[in-house]
C-alpha cells in the first residue's frame, strides 16, 4: 500500500525499518530454534535455557508493530487511509494465511499421523482459530482496520485519553486470560480468544502508530539516551527471565504482561541499532525482503533441518546446534520463497514476491509503504 495512494507526495524510506523487521523475524527462528531443541532434547537444556528463550517471544509484538508504526508515518491523524485499503490487505494476506493452514495441517497429519477426521479438524483450527503461528497475519488486518477509527478517537480526546484507555483495556484483557483458567475442555478456545483479538495488542499499537506519527522526534531523542534505552531493555529482559526462572510467571507465551514492557522497549532498540550506517546492509535488508516467507515457513525448515542436522546435536552441544538450526531455517525458508514466488500463483502462497528498484534491487513491502 504505497503513500501515493494518499493523493499527496510519497514520503522517504524509514531505512530503520529494515533492521527492526529483519531482527524481529531472526528473534522468532532464534526462539523456535531453542524450543526444538528444548524438546526434542529435552535431557540437554533446562529450566534456565527455557526462561531465557522466553524473551524472543517479543519477536512477534515487535513485528506487527511494523505495520502500525508505518501507518502512522504516513498517515496519521490527518491523512484518511485510501478507500479500499483493508480489501486490498486481505486480499494480499488471507490467501497465504490459509494456504500455510492447509500446509501446517498437512504437516501434523504427517508427523502426528492424524486420521482423515484429525486433519481436516487440525485444518479448520488453523483457518478460524490461528492454531498455528500465521495468526500474526490477523493481528496485522486488525491493526489496519482499528486504524481509521483510532485516529478519529485522537483527533477527539487527544493522545493522552486514548493512550491510557488502550493500556488499561491492554492490560485487562491479557491479565484476565493470565490469571483465570479455562474451564475443562475449553482450553484450545480460551488460548485463542485470549492472544486474537485486538485489545490483546492494543497498546503496542498505540505505540507503534505514536512513534511513526513522530519519527523525526524519535531519531532524535533516540540518540540522546541510546545507553539508557539499551540498559532498561537489558534490565526488564532479565527481570523476565528472573520471574520465569522462578515460576513467579511461568507463562511461556509473548502474550505475557511484562511483554506489553519489554516489546516496545525492543522495538527502539532494534530501531537504534537500525540508525547505524547510511545503509542497513545486504544480509540485513534480504532478511527484511524475505521476512513474511521467512516467518510463515521457518517452522518447516527446522523440522526438517533438525532430522538432518541431529547427528551434530553432540558435537555442537545445545546452543550451538540451536544455532545452526537458526541459520539453516532462515536460509531454507528463504530459498522456498524465491522459489514459490517466482511460480505462477505463488503470492497466494507466501505472499508478493519483492518489487525492483530504479536500481534493479529487489524490495518486499519497502518502509515507506504500510503492510
Keep these: 500500500m504505497s503513500q501515493s495512494e494518499v493523493g499527496a507526495k510519497p514520503r522517504a524510506e524509514v531505512r530503520e525499518m529494515y533492521t527492526v523487521r529483519a531482527l524481529a ?17 529435552p535431557d540437554m ?37 485510501p478507500t479500499g485499503t483493508f480489501r486490498r490487505r486481505c486480499a494480499v494476506l488471507l490467501p497465504p494465511f490459509v494456504a500455510m493452514a492447509v500446509f501446517y495441517g498437512l504437516l501434523s497429519w504427517y ?49 493522552p485519553v486514548v ?58 531523542q533516540l540518540s540522546k539516551h541510546q545507553v539508557f534505552l539499551y540498559a532498561s531493555t537489558l534490565g526488564v529482559a532479565a527481570g523476565i527471565v528472573l520471574l520465569h526462572y522462578t515460576r513467579v510467571a511461568p507463562l511461556d507465551s509473548s502474550k505475557r504482561l511484562d511483554m506489553l514492557v519489554l516489546a516496545p522497549l525492543v522495538f527502539l532498540c532494534f530501531f537504534a541499532l537500525g540508525r547505524r550506517g547510511n545503509s ?5 535488508e534480504r532478511v527484511a525482503e524475505y521476512s513474511f516467507g521467512i516467518y510463515l515457513l521457518h517452522f518447516f525448515a527446522i523440522a526438517v533441518m533438525d532430522s538432518f542436522a541431529e547427528p551434530l546435536l553432540g558435537a555442537l552441544g545445545p546452543l550451538l546446534y540451536a544455532a545452526v538450526l537458526m541459520c539453516c531455517a532462515v536460509v531454507v525458508a528463504a530459498a522456498i520463497t524465491v522459489v514459490i514466488q ?20 529487489r524490495r518486499r513491502n519497502a518502509p515507506r509503504q504500510t503492510q
Excluded at 484429525?118 to 482459530?129: D, S, T
Excluded at 500465521?134 to 480526546?157: E, S
Excluded at 511460480?343 to 536500481?359: K, N
Design 25 to 41: 523475524c531472526l528473534s522468532i527462528v532464534w526462539l523456535h530454534s531453542m524450543q526444538a531443541v528444548a524438546r526434542l532434547h
Design 45 to 81: 537444556t533446562g529450566e534456565l535455557w527455557d526462561s531465557v528463550a522466553i524473551i524472543f517471544s517479543v519477536g512477534t509484538p515487535v513485528f506487527v508493530m511494523v505495520t502500525a508504526f508505518l501507518l502512522g508515518y504516513a498517515y496519521g491523524v490527518s491523512r484518511p487511509l
Design 111 to 159: 508427523i502426528d499421523e492424524l486420521s482423515w477426521a484429525g486433519f481436516v479438524g487440525q485444518v479448520l483450527a488453523n483457518v478460524f482459530l490461528a492454531s498455528y503461528h500465521g495468526y500474526f497475519i490477523l493481528i496485522v488486518l486488525q491493526f489496519v482496520a482499528i486504524f481509521p477509527f483510532c485516529m478519529r478517537l485522537v483527533r477527539r480526546f487527544g493522545w
Design 163 to 220: 493512550f491510557v484507555c488502550g493500556a488499561l483495556a491492554n492490560v485487562a484483557w491479557l491479565g484476565f486470560f493470565n490469571l483465570v483458567p479455562a474451564q475443562s475442555g475449553w482450553e484450545a478456545l480460551w488460548e485463542r480468544i485470549s492472544w486474537l483479538p485486538f485489545p490483546g495488542w492494543i497498546l503496542y499499537f498505540l505505540i507503534a502508530v505514536y512513534f511513526g506519527m513522530n519519527y523525526p522526534k524519535v531519531r532524535e
Design 280 to 284: 542497513p546492509g545486504w544480509l540485513v
Design 342 to 361: 517466482s511460480m505462477p500463483g505463488g503470492a497466494l502462497v507466501v505472499g508478493p514476491p519483492g518489487r525492483r528498484t530504479a536500481g534493479g534491487a
